[in-house]
């Protein structure tokens, strides 16, 4: 257990940014529930992020969603959010809820449709120059729902012709992100499917061009590990996407439905040095809390993170190297489960006590009453949600 507390652990370098639209109301295609104190404002969603940083120490920066967040003046924005502890991070794009998108947006056939995209995508990029932002993370809903209806190379190209555009325009220090996602809305053919095509479009890029890895946007029994070792290894895995899924991409909470794929993730992170302090790779929430409390619910997330990353670092890997290479089956994954079954719940909260937080968060919390502030002074207004 002395690899959580040991002096320069790589639990220290831990930090998970928070979705600035997990705070506001989110539900199924059925129905949207509201909940009382919900963010009605970009600001006030960035002071619902600030309070988890407070209360764990593990989430410094915000995520912010265009258009769904756009304000005035971004320069400001980034203000408040210092003034409140934290910074703004990732920016996402959106060309998933126009009309003109109908049929695609980057790939479209119709090369007005994929100017208006790329337009939105050097907007985002003007936003992340006033925010300090680092990575422009693109996820598309373009695709096809039945054979024939679109031609699968030429949509390919498009696409590599609209990324190639967009990417002349990332700064030096900037990086594009490009996530993919098996199916939906797109259900007979996904443009940016899986892993290995958004690795071909991005590697044709250049440097500054990286993969987005979300955790629940894999077929059933998908060894999603397995493609957080490789892209380690091809030095593409830019970022991380974490939440849960029990069928589809159910955006849960990150290891509710599955932590011992969360710990064997993190178990691959730290082998490819995702987790050294000049790491390449962004860790982040993408979650919607459609029942449960917002806050308590990325609370919640956050901590099963640091809880699997802190179980991860307690595998012998200089045992676990000498089983595997002596072919020693049952001791090697006898290493990895005992690390795995180790409760470091009673070490972490004195890793907290010791920084000055509270030991226990989701108590901390709800003894707080902010969530009782928070809704009085939010009773009226227009609610965030996943329009705004």
Same mark, same amino acid.
């Given at each position: 257990?002395?690899?959580?507390?040991?002096?320069?652990?790589?639990?220290?370098?831990?930090?998970?940014?928070?979705?600035?639209?997990?705070?506001?109301?989110?539900?199924?295609?059925?129905?949207?529930?509201?909940?009382?104190?919900?963010?009605?404002?970009?600001?006030?969603?960035?002071?619902?992020?600030?309070?988890? @940083?407070?209360?764990?120490?593990?989430?410094?920066?915000?995520?912010?969603?265009?258009?769904?967040?756009?304000?005035?003046?971004?320069?400001?924005?980034?203000?408040?959010?210092?003034?409140?502890?934290?910074?703004? !991070?990732?920016? @996402?794009?959106?060309?998933? *809820?126009?009309?003109?998108?109908?049929? &695609?947006?980057?790939?479209?056939?119709?090369?007005?449709? $994929?100017?208006?995209?790329?337009?939105?995508?050097?907007?985002?990029?003007?936003?992340?120059?006033?925010?300090?932002?680092?990575?422009?993370?693109?996820?598309?809903?373009?695709?096809? @729902?039945?054979?024939?209806? !679109?031609?699968?190379?030429?949509?390919?190209?498009?696409?590599? /012709?609209?990324?190639?555009?967009?990417?002349?325009?990332?700064?030096?220090?900037?990086?594009?992100?490009?996530?993919?996602?098996?199916?939906?809305?797109?259900?007979?053919?996904?443009?940016?499917?899986?892993?290995?095509?958004?690795?071909?479009?991005?590697?044709?890029? !250049?440097?500054?061009?990286?993969?987005?890895?979300?955790? &629940?946007?894999?077929?059933?029994?998908?060894?999603?590990?397995?493609?957080?070792?490789?892209?380690?290894?091809?030095?593409?895995?830019?970022?991380?996407?974490?939440?849960?899924?029990?069928?589809?991409?159910?955006?849960?909470?990150?290891?509710?439905?599955?932590?011992?794929?969360?710990?064997?993730?993190?178990?691959?992170?730290?082998?490819?040095?995702?987790?050294? +302090?000049?790491?390449?790779?962004?860790?982040?929430?993408?979650?919607?809390?459609?029942? /449960?409390?917002?806050?308590?619910?990325?609370? $919640?997330?956050?901590?099963?993170?640091?809880?699997?990353?802190?179980?991860?670092?307690?595998?012998?890997?200089?045992?676990?190297? =000498?089983?595997?290479?002596?072919?020693?089956?049952?001791? =090697?994954?006898?290493?990895?489960?005992?690390?795995?079954?180790?409760?470091?719940?009673?070490?972490? =909260? *004195?890793?907290?006590?010791?920084?000055?937080?509270?030991?226990?968060?989701? +108590?901390?919390?709800?003894?707080? !009453?902010?969530?009782?502030?928070?809704?009085?002074?939010?009773?009226?207004?227009? *609610?965030?949600?996943?329009?705004?």
């Amino acid at each position: 257990m002395t690899a959580v507390n040991a002096p320069g652990s790589l639990l220290e370098n831990l930090a998970i940014e928070l979705p600035s639209w997990a705070f506001g109301n989110s539900g199924t295609r059925f129905k949207v529930f509201g909940t009382p104190g919900t963010p009605r404002t970009v600001e006030e969603k960035i002071a619902d992020a600030a309070v988890v @940083n407070r209360l764990t120490g593990l989430a410094p920066s915000v995520a912010l969603h265009i258009p769904w967040d756009m304000t005035d003046d971004f320069s400001a924005l980034g203000r408040y959010a210092a003034d409140h502890g934290v910074r703004l !991070g990732t920016i @996402n794009s959106n060309t998933f *809820q126009d009309d003109d998108y109908k049929f &695609g947006s980057l790939t479209h056939i119709d090369k007005t449709v $994929r100017q208006k995209a790329i337009d939105h995508h050097l907007r985002c990029i003007e936003v992340m120059n006033q925010t300090g932002s680092r990575d422009l993370k693109i996820w598309l809903a373009d695709g096809t @729902n039945y054979p024939g209806q !679109g031609d699968i190379r030429g949509r390919q190209d498009r696409l590599a /012709e609209s990324l190639a555009t967009i990417y002349q325009h990332i700064g030096d220090d900037q990086r594009l992100v490009l996530e993919y996602k098996f199916f939906e809305p797109a259900m007979y053919m996904t443009d940016v499917p899986d892993w290995g095509t958004s690795y071909t479009q991005v590697s044709a890029l !250049g440097e500054r061009a990286m993969v987005c890895l979300d955790t &629940g946007h894999h077929a059933p029994g998908t060894n999603i590990e397995f493609i957080v070792a490789q892209l380690l290894r091809l030095g593409k895995l830019g970022s991380f996407d974490f939440n849960s899924r029990f069928y589809a991409d159910d955006d849960l909470i990150v290891g509710a439905a599955d932590p011992f794929q969360l710990f064997r993730i993190m178990c691959e992170v730290i082998r490819g040095g995702g987790l050294d +302090a000049d790491s390449p790779v962004a860790l982040m929430l993408d979650q919607c809390h459609n029942v /449960e409390e917002k806050i308590p619910g990325q609370i $919640r997330s956050v901590l099963n993170v640091q809880e699997m990353t802190a179980r991860a670092l307690l595998v012998d890997t200089d045992a676990l190297a =000498a089983a595997q290479e002596a072919g020693d089956v049952l001791g =090697a994954n006898g290493i990895v489960m005992d690390a795995f079954y180790t409760d470091v719940r009673p070490m972490l =909260a *004195q890793w907290r006590t010791e920084r000055g937080l509270p030991a226990d968060p989701m +108590a901390a919390f709800a003894a707080s !009453g902010y969530r009782e502030r928070m809704a009085t002074e939010r009773a009226s207004g227009t *609610q965030s949600s996943w329009n705004a």
